[in-house]
């Protein structure tokens, strides 16, 4: 039996599942200005899925890559979720 696409599968949903938090956090905290550092995450991320030659943990660095970009679209539209009161305002909001 092959287990990699499970095992892949599962990354994905764990990846996506980690990173959900991950955003509402950095936009409590930090507000939206911290989107560069998910840009460099997924850089950094990428590149690295680009060398390593196993199958599985670059796919698994692909998938966090494209997380991490994904997410700096989700810091916007977190921002905009605060906006209409689906979620507190925290300390890293300018006024």
């Known amino acids: 039996m092959n287990f990699t696409g ?3 599968g599962l ?4 990846i996506i599942g980690i990173f959900h ?3 509402i956090k950095a936009e409590y905290y930090l507000g939206t200005r911290c989107w560069w550092m998910f840009l460099l995450a997924g850089i950094i991320f ?7 030659s196993n199958f599985l943990i670059s796919t698994i660095l692909g998938v966090t890559a494209f ?3 994904w997410s700096i679209l ?3 539209e977190q921002k905009e ?6 979620f507190p305002e925290g300390p890293g909001h300018r006024r």
């Open 11 to 14: 990354a994905t949903f764990l």
């Open 6 to 8: 499970i095992i892949a």
């Open 81 to 86: 979720r605060v906006r209409k009161g689906w």
């Open 46 to 52: 990428g590149a690295t899925s680009l060398i390593i």
């Open 21 to 23: 938090p991950i955003v």
């Open 74 to 76: 989700e810091l916007k």
């Open 67 to 69: 997380s991490s970009f």
